[in-house]
């Protein structure tokens, strides 16, 4: 399987189309998905912060499953506030653990989830900028957030990415592709920064 293709699809969706993906799971295994909500349960907070914690970073190896538990069903309010109470409790950022205590295709997953609901333009700002750095160009990533953020985000994104990098979007991809394939995607990005 391409993971970092269904990390993508999974972590960019909308509400609308989520619900349509959990629908169909929930259907096919009997179980649901995130709270979209907005509620936060300061008690709740505190002992997801620290059930990380005790998942991760304060026992040898990882409770995967509690990772997953909180991380995949708790709404984006409440875990913005369990990153900041872990912080406090952890002295590390929650993505310095995830790093520390995790690997491959579930580090990366985890790490999606994070990245998105903190700052999901600068998510993709950051997946768009290792698609081109280097030699080479991960066309499949590069087309897929292209196109697929192209009429909801892209202007947020293009702001991430010059922000991020020193850079805009657009003067990146004209530098590193060429052609039709050049043309498609500077009218998908929108103008230059």
């Known amino acids: 399987t391409d993971e970092d293709a269904i990390i993508s699809i999974l972590a960019y969706r909308n ?27 300061d008690t709740l907070m505190r ?16 409770d995967e499953v509690k990772f997953l538990s909180i991380l995949c069903s708790r709404n984006r309010n409440h875990l913005l506030h369990v990153f900041d109470e872990y912080k406090r409790i952890s002295q590390k950022d929650i993505e ?7 690997s491959g295709s579930f580090e990366d997953a985890l790490l999606a989830i994070v990245k998105c609901m903190r700052n999901k333009p600068a998510f993709f700002a950051e997946k768009l900028y290792k698609s081109m750095k280097g030699l080479g160009t991960d066309d499949s990533t ?31 991809i004209k530098g590193d592709t060429s052609g039709d394939y050049r043309k498609v995607l500077l009218i998908l990005c929108g103008g230059d920064d």
């Open 96 to 102: 310095q653990s995830i790093k520390s205590e995790t």
């Open 15 to 41: 509400t609308a189309q989520r619900q349509e993906i959990r629908t169909a799971y929930k259907s096919s295994t009997g179980r649901g998905g995130r709270d979209e909500g907005n509620y936060l349960d």
């Open 47 to 62: 002992q997801d912060a620290q059930d990380l914690y005790e998942a991760g970073e304060k026992r040898w190896g990882t």
């Open 142 to 172: 590069l087309i897929r957030v292209m196109v697929s953020r192209a009429e909801i985000d892209m202007l947020d994104i293009r702001a991430n990415f010059k922000r991020l990098y020193g850079k805009s979007l657009y003067s990146f």
